[in-house]
């Protein structure tokens, strides 16, 4: 891919091959109070979308991160991408994991085992996971 990070966040891109499906992950953190316009993350993020669509067009894309205030309806709108939490991981929808296709049958938001103030998203394709309850 030939999109360069942005200056003005941290966006991440990684493509992975499982023997299955590809998939290209974009990781992404938007801080609550940036130093740059939304303007150009939200150009960057198009830029980014429109390229990967054309050199992997069967991949599966994922955007996931903590998009603070980021509006949620720009990414549905700009990438045609779909949300998949339902749940806040915080005080809100902070974090996010938008999808280009519908891949995972199972969502949860989980509380984290470590010490953090953001839940945890498990998103997985197989069966039903069995919850245990541990300290």
Sequence with gaps: MTCQPSSCSG???FRVYTGVCEIVIGALYHPLKAQYRPLKLQEYIDE???EIADKFPTALVILAGDFNSFPEDDI???CAFNSILTKATRSSKLDQIYISEPYFANVK???STVK???MVVIAYSGGKIK???KC
Aim: charged content about 5%.
């Design 131 to 133: 919850l245990i309850n």
């Design 76 to 78: 549905v709108a700009l």
């Design 11 to 13: 966006y991440v891109f």
């Design 48 to 50: 980014c979308s429109g």
């Design 109 to 111: 938001v989980v509380a």
């Design 116 to 118: 953090n103030d953001h």
